[in-house]
């Protein structure tokens, strides 16, 4: 407005507004409220995201602009589960591989004391060795001396062979108590001999701890040719190991 004594003119402060007047942004001009605020994520849709990576991905996408705190943590828990995935299927992998090579390995040391045991029977069934080449069974050691040609009490052939008996154990024993022998001779066995009263005799007797002892066991020969197969072994044992030795009678 213009005063009519100096001329200057004042605004009113309506003559700055706009006309018609604009309404608050966001303002919804048919019911005139505002649109609803999202005030926090949704707990069951990251859980969600989190177990499904694929259902998170696709929340993210499509909630991003209405709702984007439920898809900033729907996205998020997302990705958290897709790296865990990946550094476990990369344990998962690695431990698999170590495992199968572990697995390999033994089946390869498996099938080498297969092949070494399968050579100890050939040995064993060709008669070139005995089973255990030490002559040691369990606590007690046997060796045969010699197998000697001799007469029974009725003038039938038989042999006459000598052991070396050891007694490793920690009480006092005797040979027929700690072992049990067994002769072959063309894989027959051989009865045990009773013999003349001119033929050198060793009694069995009990011997002590660290005590070595010939002992001479007789038997009725089927033939004087043909070498003889002796089995030692344990006379009271659940294992089947065996002293086998082959000799020739002389």
């Not at 040609?149 to 008996?165: H, N, Q, R, S, W």
């Not at 006092?172 to 022998?181: G, P, Q, V």
């Not at 660290?210 to 007789?218: E, F, L, M, P, R």
């Given at each position: 407005m213009?005063?009519?004594?100096?001329?200057?003119?004042?605004?009113?402060?309506?003559?700055?507004q706009t006309y018609p007047p604009q309404p608050p942004q966001g303002f919804n001009q048919?019911?005139?409220?505002?649109?609803?605020?999202?005030?926090?994520?949704?707990?069951?849709?990251?859980i969600l995201s989190f177990i499904i990576p694929l259902v998170g991905l696709i929340l993210f996408l499509v909630k991003k602009d209405k709702k984007p705190k439920t898809a900033k943590a729907c996205g998020i828990c997302a990705l958290v589960s897709f790296i865990i995935n990946i550094v476990l299927t990369v344990i998962i992998t690695a431990t698999s591989g170590a495992l199968f090579g572990k697995a390999v390995d033994e089946t390869i040391n498996d099938s080498s004391y297969s092949e070494e045991y399968d050579d100890k029977v050939d040995a064993k069934a060709e008669g070139g060795s005995s089973a255990k080449s030490d002559n040691v069974i369990g606590d007690y050691k046997c060796v045969v001396k010699e197998a000697k040609?001799?007469?029974?009490?009725?003038?039938?052939?038989?042999?006459?062979?000598?052991?070396?008996?050891t007694n490793n154990s920690s009480n006092?024993?005797?040979?027929?108590?700690?072992?049990?022998?067994s002769v072959y001779q063309e894989g027959v066995g051989l009865e045990t001999a009773i013999l003349d009263e001119d033929t050198d005799w060793l009694v069995d007797v009990e011997?002590?701890?660290?005590?070595?002892?010939?002992?001479?066991?007789?038997y009725v020969l089927r033939d004087t040719s043909n070498p003889l197969e002796v089995e030692i072994s344990e006379l009271i044992s659940l294992s089947d190991d065996k002293i086998v030795t082959n000799v020739n009678i002389k």
């Open positions: 213009a005063d009519e004594n100096n001329n200057q003119y004042y605004t009113s402060p309506q003559d700055n048919f019911n005139g409220n505002m649109p609803p605020q999202e005030e926090k994520a949704s707990v069951g849709l990251a040609l001799c007469k029974d009490y009725a003038g039938k052939d038989a042999v006459l062979i000598t052991y070396e008996f006092a024993t005797s040979f027929d108590l700690a072992l049990s022998d011997i002590k701890p660290g005590v070595t002892k010939d002992v001479k066991k007789a």
